[in-house]
């Protein structure tokens, strides 16, 4: 229900929430409810057992922190991106604008392909790499690298369209009252694109987290040192061990869900606090 | 709410099966590197049942894990007959009530119309002069198999393996295991299909031994290069069957009964025998046999039943979370 | 713009371009040079394959129908989010943007939970002779899962940032709903949408792990182009894998071209 407080000016309350929850409810919750009630079959004791075996907490720790080196990678890059996509023209742009979708395009097995065969020590940079003792395929790298690569695209499509509709007018005043390049960014273009950064960065951690085609081919995949979790749940599928592969989908969920409920909430916040500055 | 959504799920099912009296089409769910080999069988089967029974059908092909196939033929994948790799994966079929449990006896040779064995792909000249078993547990040999617990491939390897060990060491359980354990660490990457481990090996020239299916391995020898790899059948191996059985559940609502037996019985024709021989696996079929014995050195097999006390038996002991491969496969 | 380049702006094209290079031009190089290596006769041989040519097919129409769904859903979720403040509103974000972190393979599985014959609504279908799992509606409705957050992701900050003042304005003057959304809020949003529309369809076109399970990848039925590439792959027939693959690159550069000339055509 909307909030008294609200002025409700705008029309398409009932519409729009009619959709969302009949969509949300069909296409997302209801899938979901079905694993939840998977999972209700076990007891808590088992379902603690599953989830906190030494080889899940292995698993997790590989997986928690590649998903997490490989977001800050994409931070950095996703914004240098974005940035120069929008912010200058110069010859190729288009072509560089059109190739950053390229990792979602490919299928994840064919990324992960790709990327073992460059790194290979046979391969077009493994050979470089290898001699200099930078062993990317089979090690932690390589997930690091399968997750930055199959999620490049988030934080430029997050923050491109933002970026594009930053008030340039707000930044020729800010200049000609004599503010540098880098104030203008950091008081004026960062907290603009700051909720969009972070929604794409959390989406890009969220996907890193459960990428799994690209990353089982470069990971080497040994029990307890490159098994990400993802593996382990299709291990236990093989199994036929649905309630365990339940289990541990869930607990990646949850570490999913809270994160992005945490940085909703921050956005939110951050919002709140730019517009009562502005 | 729930009518809706179910009146809504009833609005979106644009697909109804209806059952259909004599249908000329059949499913064939199979695992996930036979699509050659069923192309040509398929090929030569429906000319043959079209010149017996004056109908032309269609064979359908589905491939991927048998894990995965036989899971989704418990959740509905309308699969009249299943030609898998993996005997345990039938078995899961028996449980949930869509193939009889007597399957083995329908058809000949425990319903496995043509088997294979572990063996060893390796580089020309075999420079590393791998021979058996035993040279796997060696300090200075790369191994690549794939991961056990993902293919059913694998875990032939590792029960093969383990047979040949169990003979070596006289049953004396904790150097069975010291040296299954070694081979393990000998292995880089756990990739999770046999095609998969086949092109690690082959394309990035990863290990200097690939233990895949020796159809696989005779296929690598021939598809990639006599010049560039060699085969080598170590001296006692496990006896892989390729099991076939009939989806009691699908065909008697479809009716499809009849044809599926014909397609299964093409399998074991002499034509059918000759594909599969073709394609490098080894046949029971005597003529078929001779035709391609220069193909298949002579060696001895053990099977599960013999060696390991049936496949029930593994899959608890073994396979289980928890098991005997876990102890020299994640507690490494 | 007709300021001549800062340093900092050379440096930084630089920067991207070199990192672009060897992220995202190489592998493609690296992927054509796959598909090429038995020469152009092959490559076409391989496209023209009947299953291939039916699976590109099968994910191009998964894509026609799940791009316009989501961008549809995306935008009335974004108007409801960004438009009015209610409770569970957070909550609401939150679940939309669930699916992109769940494991394909898990995503699939869900699926099979809720429509398969063992599933929560398995027996129902039975009933009523319904099969849902293992057609091309269960690679429809895996596809709507795994993309649902992509449009609502795109259009949530820059509609938040936007604000209402041109909407309220336009309502004032007497506009209808239909009105302001069509004349005001849509040309604002269209390029979100488009990026939108881009990531969806990549991902559609793309997705794997979702689909394999549910599709039970019946040749020439219900393989899409990601499934008959892993089939191709598994055939030793890497040369094809890699053309098949080199068929989902180009589709992709197709869109983005399409996005640049809608581009051009606004800004020119």
Known sequence: MPNQRSKHLLPGFGLTMGVSLFYVTLVILLPILA????????????????????????????????????TIINGVVGLLLAWVLTRYRFPGRRILDALVDLPFALPTAVAGLVLVTLFADTGWYGQFLEPNGLKINYTQAGIVAAMAFTSIPFVVR????????????????????????????????????????????????????????????????????????????????????YEAAAALAFVLLAVAFLTLLATNALAAWQTRYVERAA | MNKLLLSAAAALALVATPALAQPTDLLNASYDIARELFDEENAAFIPAYQAANGVAVTINQSHAGTSTQARAILEGLPADVVTFNQVTDIEKLVEGGFVSADWQSEFANSASPFYSLPAFLVRAGNPKGISDWGDLARDD????????????????????????ANEEFAGDEAKVVEYLTKVFLNVPVFETGGRGATTAFAERGLGDVLITFEAEVLSAVSLLGADKYESVVPSVSLLAEFPVAIVDKVVDSRGSRDLAKAYLDFLYSDDGQRIAAGRNHRVNNETVAAEFADRFPEVRLVNVDEAFGGWAKVSEEHFAEGGLLDQVFVNQ | MTRSR????????????????????????????????????????????????????????????????????????????????FRGRQLLISIIELPASMSPIVAGVVYLFLYGGQGLLGPFLQANSLQVMFTPLAIVLVSLFVTAPF??????????????????????????????????????ISWAMVYGAVLTNARVMGEFGAVSVVSGAIRGQTNTLPLQINLLFNDFNVTGAFAAASTLTLIAVATLVLKSILESRRHG
């Open chain 1, 35 to 70: 694993m939840l009630l998977k999972l209700a079959g076990m007891g808590l004791p088992e379902f603690w057992r599953i989830i906190s075996s030494r080889r899940a907490i292995a698993a997790y720790q590989i997986t928690f922190s590649s998903a997490f080196y490989a």
């Open chain 1, 158 to 241: 997050a923050v491109q369209p933002v970026l594009e509709e930053v008030d340039e007018s707000l930044e020729a005043a800010a200049e000609t009252l004599g503010a540098s390049r880098w104030q203008i960014f950091t008081r004026i273009i960062w907290p603009t694109i700051l909720p969009a950064f972070i929604g794409g960065c959390v989406l890009s951690f969220a996907r890193s987290l459960g990428e799994f085609g690209a990353v089982v081919f470069i990971a080497g995949n040994i029990p307890g040192v490159t098994e990400i979790v993802s593996l382990l749940i299709f291990i236990r599928l093989d199994e036929y061990n």
């Open chain 2, 141 to 164: 040999v790369s191994v690549i198999f794939p991961n056990p617990k993902t293919s059913g491939n694998a875990r032939y390897t590792y029960l093969a393996a383990r047979a040949w």
């Open chain 3, 6 to 85: 800062s340093a900092g702006e050379i440096i930084l094209i630089t920067l991207a371009v070199t990192l672009a290079l060897f992220v995202l031009v190489v592998p493609l190089v690296l992927i054509f040079s796959f598909a090429l290596r038995e020469g152009l006769g092959v490559y076409f041989a391989n496209i023209i394959e009947p299953n291939t040519l039916h699976a590109i097919w099968l994910s191009v129409m998964t894509a026609l129908i799940v791009v316009p769904v989501n961008i549809v859903v995306g935008a009335a979720l974004a108007w409801l989010v960004t438009r009015f403040r």
């Open chain 3, 151 to 188: 449009a609502a992701r795109e259009l949530i900050p820059l509609m938040s940032q936007q604000g209402t003042e041109d909407e309220e304005a336009a309502l004032s003057l007497g506009a209808n709903g239909w009105q302001m959304f069509w004349y005001v809020t849509l040309p604002n």
